[in-house]
């Protein structure tokens, strides 16, 4: 590939704009007159892909018109937990299957899960170019949700969840979807996860009283990769339930929108890089730690598990299913069968809520700097708090066996 090719400023021109807005539209004669393409993205969201932000004006059927574009690139980094299927996944999930779920729920903004596809390809490297729903009051929003926020974002996911559930038998290539988080080829982030993973064992083993825990985190090791597989593998490996999962299910990969008294009114799921077929268990841990603020979590995780069941049953009854759903026992047992993960979760992505992404070196780097802070990252005093109880919980549950 010629050095021209790799700079996007160079081709993400005006005849590429074009080209997909002659293509979204079906207006052959449509002409982009400008284009103010801009680098988006902060170190705090650590994107997985270069995103750019285009505000692109053109003329079609005799009148000038503004559409505002995202841009995704794809690329791969070590301390992103997608690989190089991360393309060819989420273009399988905007083309193929979104627009079939959003077709049974209509296309107000409420029914929403996603931005829309404009145009896709693969050359010269691969790209996808969605609406940008920035310019429509939604934004992003950069903590834990308490409790009122997070079901707002819960009964989206049940929507979303219920929804696939009731297409599952009608989608045809399930496998063109199915870059979840662990593969039997791992990831460069599964290995930084399990390299993470014995660091915070042998931190772990300097805290008073705790050296039971780290030893038990030292014997998951050899089988780190294998148990979180398993969890991916849904009803295959013993998971009541297959559906489509998000699979990266967090406060950064939504966009939302505030009413009034700055409550979430509505949010819009993006990134669909790591979505795949299995229990919903995976999507609902991720949305406990990296969507749900400590006491939402801890004070109300039951109440809200009912709350999704009770969301996933209706949107179901809605869309005129004639099957069973699963139970609230279901999603309760597949959630404690699934513990591995939320484990993983914890030791493995929840530090990184506490790390300063102002200063100068790159936590997620292999270097011996970046090393050591991810080590002050599991000795923070806030960090301890929140793995201390867990851990026992843990062991309770069978989750460290």
Request: with cysteine; charged share 25%.
């Amino acid at each position: 590939m010629s050095s021209s090719k790799k700079d996007p400023s160079r081709w993400l021109s005006g005849q590429l704009f074009q080209k997909a807005l002659v293509q979204h539209t079906a207006d052959r004669g449509l002409e982009v007159e400008d284009v103010h393409l801009a680098l988006h993205g902060n170190a705090a969201q650590q994107y997985a892909s270069t995103i750019y932000r285009a505000t692109v004006s053109y003329r079609s059927r005799g009148k000038t018109e503004s559409i505002k574009l995202i841009v995704k690139l794809m690329t791969s980094k070590v301390n992103s937990v997608a690989d190089e299927s991360s393309f060819d996944t989420e273009l399988s999930v905007y083309r193929d299957v979104l627009p079939k779920m959003q077709a049974t729920q209509g296309e107000t903004d409420d029914n929403r899960f996603s931005p829309k596809l404009i145009y896709a390809a693969n050359e010269p490297q691969p790209h996808i170019i969605l609406e940008d729903l920035m310019s429509r009051q939604y934004e992003h929003h950069n903590e834990l949700l308490g409790t009122e926020d997070s079901k707002a974002v819960l009964i989206k996911l049940a929507r979303f969840h219920a929804t696939s559930y009731s297409l599952g038998y009608t989608v045809k290539d399930r496998a063109a979807v199915n870059n979840g988080l662990f593969q039997q080829k791992p990831s460069e982030g599964v290995k930084f996860m399990l390299e993470n993973f014995s660091i915070f064992a042998e931190e772990l083993s300097r805290w008073d009283g705790y050296g039971k825990y780290a030893e038990r985190l030292r014997n998951m090791q050899p089988r780190f990769i294998e148990r979180g597989i398993q969890i991916y593998e849904g009803t295959k490996a013993g998971f009541s339930t297959n559906l489509l999962n998000h699979g990266d299910f967090h406060f950064n990969n939504m966009l939302f929108q505030f009413d009034n008294d700055q409550r979430v009114a509505n949010v819009i799921f993006y990134d669909y890089q790591l979505s795949c077929w299995t229990t919903p268990a995976v999507d609902l841990l991720y949305f406990f730690y990296l969507v749900c603020n400590r006491e939402t979590r801890e004070t109300k995780r039951d109440e809200l598990v009912q709350l999704y069941h009770q969301e996933f049953t209706s949107t179901l009854a809605l869309l005129g299913f004639m099957g069973n759903g699963p139970s609230l026992l279901d999603i309760n047992c597949d959630l404690l069968r699934a513990g591995f993960l939320e484990v993983a979760i914890v030791v493995c992505f929840i530090p990184f809520l506490f790390a300063d992404y102002n200063q100068a070196i790159n936590v997620y780097s292999n270097e011996e700097d970046a090393r050591a802070y991810r080590r002050k990252l599991y000795n923070n005093e806030e960090y301890q708090a929140l793995i201390k109880p867990l851990l026992t919980s843990f062991l309770h549950k069978g989750f460290l066996d």
